[in-house]
């Protein structure tokens, strides 16, 4: 897939990407289901019912936890920064210990466990603010395809029909003439 000239991939290609890897994702964890399975025989099965019963556990645990903490800080009124992400985390960590497989196992628990979490969190909120623009903008090397549309810039303010200095009337706008949205009709 050819990258755009700032090093970034281009919008239309990011969904095949992210098909791609789940599917890679899905294909490791069936082939570390086969190769423990290879090596410990059906103890594959129990391990995967306790890694089950010991995440539901665990989500059922966490989330009293972290839903209690959001009570009382909305309470107080205040919201800590990390209590939503921690919720969030929680429910998604809970989740991936519920489905079947190791990968998802291992990954349920740092997401679960009380004392790995703050470092995921982060891991997440600096990949977060690297992969979003700050100011809201697209970044500089995104190109848009589209129609432009030749025109010419006015520069002033936008005046409201009535606001204007005499009796609430603007020069050269009758106020019988303008539509709904503000523009100026035949």
Not at 39 to 46: D, E
Not at 117 to 122: A, D
Not at 148 to 156: P, S
Request: glycine letters at 14%; hydrophobic letters at 45%.
């Amino acid at each position: 897939m050819p990258e755009t000239p700032g090093g970034r991939w281009p919008r239309r290609s990011v969904p095949a990407l992210a098909l791609s890897g789940f599917f890679l994702f899905i294909l490791a964890e069936v082939a570390l289901l086969v190769w423990v399975s290879t090596q410990i025989g059906w103890w594959t099965l129990v391990a995967l019912m306790v890694s089950t019963v010991v995440g539901a556990y665990l989500l059922q645990r966490e989330w009293r936890k972290a839903w209690k903490e959001l009570g009382e800080s909305l309470k107080t009124g205040s919201l800590p920064p990390g209590r939503t992400a921690d919720a969030v985390l929680v429910l998604l960590g809970g989740f991936m210990l519920i489905m079947p497989g190791f990968i998802t196992d291992v990954l349920g628990l740092l997401l679960l466990l009380p004392f790995t979490r703050p470092g995921v969190r982060s891991f997440l909120g600096w990949w977060v603010t690297r992969a979003v623009p700050r100011d809201g903008a697209m970044p500089r090397n995104m190109v848009i395809q589209g129609e432009v549309v030749e025109g010419e810039v006015v520069e002033g303010e936008v005046v409201e029909p009535g606001s204007g200095p005499e009796g609430g009337t603007v020069p050269g706008i009758s106020p019988h003439n303008v539509d709904d949205e503000g523009h100026q009709g035949p």
